[in-house]
């Protein structure tokens, strides 16, 4: 089949975030001007450069106590910080709840029954016992068209890797199941690997 987006898809439900699978998940956490912590789940997520070392999330639509945003973009609009956890398989269930639309005074670390931690760079919290979980500063917001689509990038200046997770040297994803998310409630984990030479090795 063929379909113009204009013109809609004909589908039950709609293919666009089946087709571009799977995809990483950024569990932002990040902590408003009067101290609150936050924690959703964002799917269009990603590495975007090794040197220094930077990362980008989108974020799309808007909550009724936001001024046409979502409770994370507000924070980091304040804040300029925000902190990426990975999530393994087996905070499933966790992740989830923290993507509940919440009033924005709502902690989603206490919602969710995880404990936030401290990070070392910047004035945020971290989830206790996440594989790994990147500190960032904002470096820049870019607006896309459509109704509250915007993309955070942040440059990272903190790194924390959970010691269960190094085997023989190397961040072993294997160790606690990467979870990625597919189209419509789907969601997998990475558990098997291969590996390919590239040509110029």
């Known amino acids: 089949m063929f379909y113009r987006p204009e013109d809609g898809h004909g589908l039950p439900h709609n293919p666009f975030n089946a087709i571009i699978t799977p995809r990483p998940i950024g569990w932002i956490s990040t902590r408003d001007a009067n101290g609150i912590n936050n924690l959703a789940p964002y799917s269009f997520f990603n590495g975007v450069a090794y040197t220094p070392p930077q990362v980008m999330f989108a974020s799309t639509g808007t909550k009724s106590d936001q001024n046409g945003t979502k409770d994370s973009l507000a924070n980091i609009e ?11 398989h087996m ?18 670390f206490e919602h969710a029954g995880l404990n936030p931690v401290e990070c070392e760079t910047i004035p945020c919290a971290r989830i206790d016992g996440a594989p790994a979980a990147l ?5 820049q917001i870019v607006t896309l068209p ?3 689509n915007r993309v955070v990038f942040g440059g990272v200046t903190g790194v924390h890797l959970h010691d269960d997770h190094i085997v023989d040297g190397k961040f072993d994803v294997t160790s606690f199941r990467p979870l990625a998310r597919l189209g419509y409630r789907d969601y997998s984990v ?12």
């Not at 989830?96 to 709502?106: F, G, R, T």
């Not at 500190?135 to 470096?139: F, G, S």
């Not at 990475?190 to 090795?201: A, E, Q």
Request: proline fraction near 4%; charge should be negative.
């Open 146 to 148: 459509g109704e509250a």
């Open 190 to 201: 990475v558990k098997d690997l291969f590996s390919l030479s590239r040509p110029d090795d």
């Open 135 to 139: 500190e960032c500063k904002l470096t």
């Open 78 to 88: 304040a804040t300029g910080v925000f902190c990426v956890n990975i999530v393994g």
């Open 91 to 108: 905070h499933r269930d966790a992740m989830n709840a923290s993507s509940a639309s919440l009033p924005k005074h709502i902690d989603e």
